[in-house]
């Protein structure tokens, strides 16, 4: 279905105009009557969806990371204080009991989350 170009405008309003904004006024009509600018607005869009996606998968990936180097920290903070001399330690019994809770339940539902996809 061809479409006509009718543009109408106000001689007055762009009697003082350039001929390069003329050109580009109706091009731009030229487009728009086409809808090229309707897809250029839904790609553009489409692009912006695109990098808000890519920003908060790069957040959660950041965000994993810093959980599992903290978990690796408690791994190695409990290790320090089984294995090494009690003159060595600097945390106290309370803290001690606060990163083995921390660490057991975080290892218990990673074996409940396999258990349930192995068994579901």
Same mark, same amino acid.
């Given at each position: 279905?061809?479409?006509?170009?009718?543009? *109408?405008?106000?001689?007055?309003?762009?009697?003082? #105009?350039?001929?390069?904004? =003329?050109? /580009? #006024?109706? *091009?731009?009509?030229?487009?728009?009557?086409? !809808?090229?600018?309707?897809? $250029?607005? #839904?790609? @553009? !869009? %489409?692009?912006?969806?695109?990098? @808000?996606?890519?920003?908060? %998968?790069?957040? *959660?990936?950041? &965000? =994993?990371?810093?959980?599992?180097?903290?978990?690796?920290?408690?791994?190695? +903070? &409990?290790?320090?204080?089984?294995?090494?001399? $009690?003159? /060595? %330690?600097? &945390? +106290?019994?309370?803290?001690?009991? +606060?990163?083995?809770?921390?660490? /057991? @339940?975080?290892?218990? #539902?990673?074996?409940?989350?396999?258990?349930?996809?192995?068994? @579901?």
């Amino acid at each position: 279905m061809d479409k006509k170009l009718v543009i *109408s405008y106000d001689d007055n309003l762009l009697k003082n #105009a350039e001929p390069d904004a =003329m050109a /580009l #006024a109706k *091009s731009e009509g030229e487009q728009f009557l086409l !809808e090229k600018l309707e897809q $250029e607005a #839904a790609v @553009s !869009e %489409h692009g912006r969806k695109e990098d @808000s996606r890519a920003v908060i %998968h790069k957040c *959660s990936i950041c &965000l =994993m990371i810093a959980i599992y180097l903290v978990m690796i920290a408690g791994v190695f +903070t &409990l290790g320090w204080h089984w294995m090494c001399p $009690e003159k /060595l %330690h600097f &945390l +106290t019994h309370a803290q001690i009991d +606060t990163i083995k809770n921390i660490l /057991l @339940s975080g290892l218990a #539902a990673n074996f409940a989350k396999e258990f349930y996809k192995k068994h @579901s």
